[in-house]
């Protein structure tokens, strides 16, 4: 069983950044492939980015450039550096987690969910 916990959401002006952090319980957390979805209102649940346990990264085609992903094994941490913010990236933001060797793009394809962490962005 693992347990996430995200941290960092809040209000930003357009062009600000955030950092946003999910922490993981268990002792296998560099074992686990990691990723960020985020969920509008009224939408479906989205996949932002994410990163193998070998440290490949992806990202979806609207946050690429803007967005970094990245993990600290030794904290069981994995960060969502967000940059040059938009309106359109208000969402409530939620880490996921898995075992597994490739990375992962879909939602279903997580086993592991935070409670999820509120960006706002205003204009």
């Known amino acids: 069983q693992v347990q996430l916990v995200e941290s960092g959401g809040g209000l930003v002006q357009a062009g600000g950044s955030l950092r946003l952090s999910c922490a993981a319980s268990?002792?296998?957390?560099?074992?686990?492939?990691m990723g960020w979805f985020r969920q509008a209102p009224g939408k479906e649940r989205d996949f932002v980015a994410c990163?193998?346990?070998?440290?490949?990264?992806y990202y979806s085609g609207s946050v690429k450039g803007r967005f970094t992903i990245s993990r600290d094994n030794a904290k069981n941490t994995v960060y969502l550096q967000m940059n040059s913010l938009k309106p359109e990236d208000t969402a409530v933001y939620y880490c996921?987690?898995?075992?597994?060797?490739?990375?992962?793009?879909?939602?279903?394809?997580?086993?592991?969910w935070g409670q999820g962490t509120q960006v706002t962005v205003s204009s």
């Open positions: 990163i193998t346990r070998r440290d490949t990264t």
């Open positions: 996921a987690a898995r075992s597994g060797s490739y990375y992962y793009t879909l939602a279903n394809e997580y086993v592991y």
């Open positions: 268990g002792r296998t957390f560099s074992s686990y492939a």
